[in-house]
């Protein structure tokens, strides 16, 4: 039986307003904002830890359902992302990098990340010489990478199914999630703005402590010291929910965990640091330097405290103690003048900071001989032992206890 005229036009109508799913605006909002965090997850977990960086082995399960899930929710192919990124972590902050805001400027990665994006993906150079491992099945090579639109094009077409005129909205959103959260705001702030727990070669930076919105790629320091990792938190305060995740998997046997971020490991004071001592060092130097700026913080809080004692201008510590404890390359040259003041006036933060270039050298001189480096670091140990500066002689006997 056919229906009047008027009912197909009043269903019509109704489909338009409701959809097939009749949800509240809110319950749409909470159904977008999920879907746009599965994606997030997808990114993270699969196309960033899995593919890119090795970190972890995912289960077929996940791994397949997140290769649909990106088919739907970005259009992005494997391979391409996972090329871009480990050029972007090879090429870091120079003029290849593809998308760092120290060469092409924030604005410009903030909101044309996707641009730039695209245009690196078309660089088969990238493609073939960073694209390797990744998976080259047969769906992939028939659907995923062969149609890549139409998967996004698939997203839509369920969204209007389910929420009618308003599902166009839905769809928008979980479209521009990844452009503007990955390709701008970790891409482009992620290596201009926010904390440093580490002193990386680059300029990354962490965003937040609480990695929950953009999956844990707000801790991006971290990830940038230690990109083999599957976690990116480091500290007690930190927390990383796509490491959450991976543990979730882990748990169930879908995830299996390579890598983590090095911990110092402690032991008795030796009576002089040894090769064992040297080992430590290189290999958990990023966690000891970061051990060393606490004790560049709290000697220049000393210092500015005796000065202000003293009622003496405290001014010069206090414009230049952000710029102490950073490697010479790091500090802008605007800050030059600052921090040559601050060491003028405080012979301690001088010895500091001269001490700290001198315990970098001790990886970096790779030309030296293990014996060589050993007699450095001891003798680095005894001047610092010896220089009447608290925070290095108790920097000095922790490093002593280092064992790996």
Not at 149 to 157: D, T
Not at 208 to 226: D, K
Not at 275 to 283: D, F, G, P, S, Y
Request: charged letters at 20%; a positive charge; one cysteine or more.
């Amino acid at each position: 039986m056919l229906l009047p005229d008027w009912a197909v036009l009043n269903a019509a109508i109704d489909w338009l307003g409701h959809g097939l799913w009749r949800l509240t605006w809110w319950q749409i909002i909470l159904y977008t904002l999920a879907t746009t965090h599965i994606t997030i997850a997808a990114v993270t977990i699969f196309l960033h830890r899995a593919q890119a960086h090795r970190a972890l082995d995912l289960h077929a399960i996940p791994a397949h359902f997140f290769r649909f899930w990106l088919w739907l929710g970005t259009g992005m192919v494997t391979k391409e992302w996972v090329a871009i990124h480990r050029k972007h972590h090879a090429k870091c902050e120079t003029v290849d990098d593809p998308h760092s805001p120290q060469t092409r400027g924030l604005a410009t990665v903030m909101w044309r990340g996707a641009e730039l994006y695209r245009a690196e993906s078309t660089n088969m150079e990238t493609i073939q010489k960073f694209g390797h491992g990744t998976p080259d099945d047969w769906i992939e090579r028939n659907l995923y990478s062969r149609f890549s639109w139409q998967g996004v094009a698939l997203m839509l077409i369920l969204d209007l199914a389910l929420f009618g005129a308003l599902g166009a909205a839905v769809w928008a959103v979980q479209m521009v999630w990844i452009p503007f959260w990955a390709a701008g705001v970790v891409n482009g702030v992620g290596h201009y703005w926010g904390y440093r727990n580490f002193e990386a070669h680059d300029a990354s930076t962490n965003l937040s402590p609480w990695g929950i919105i953009i999956g844990g790629e707000e801790l991006h320091n971290n990830h940038h010291t230690y990109p083999t990792s599957a976690r990116f938190s480091v500290k007690p305060y930190e927390f990383d929910i796509g490491w959450a995740y991976i543990r979730l998997m882990q748990a169930i046997g879908w995830a299996t965990v390579k890598k983590v971020p090095p911990k110092l490991q402690m032991g008795e004071v030796k009576p002089v640091a040894d090769e064992k001592t040297l080992e430590a060092l290189i290999a958990n130097r990023y966690e000891v330097m970061a051990g060393y700026a606490r004790g560049v913080r709290q000697a220049c809080k000393a210092e500015m405290a005796a000065l202000q004692a003293r009622q003496a201008d405290a001014s010069v510590l206090r414009a230049a103690r952000r710029w102490l404890h950073r490697d010479a390359e790091k500090v802008p040259a605007v800050a030059l003048p600052q921090l040559a003041q601050a060491r003028a006036a405080s012979p301690v933060l001088d010895t500091m900071i001269t001490m700290r270039e001198e315990l970098r050298q001790l990886w970096l001189n790779t030309s030296h001989s293990r014996e060589q480096l050993t007699a450095d670091l001891q003798a680095w140990c005894r001047r610092a032992e010896d220089s009447g500066i608290a925070a290095l002689r108790d920097f000095s006997m922790r490093l002593r206890a280092a064992q790996g």
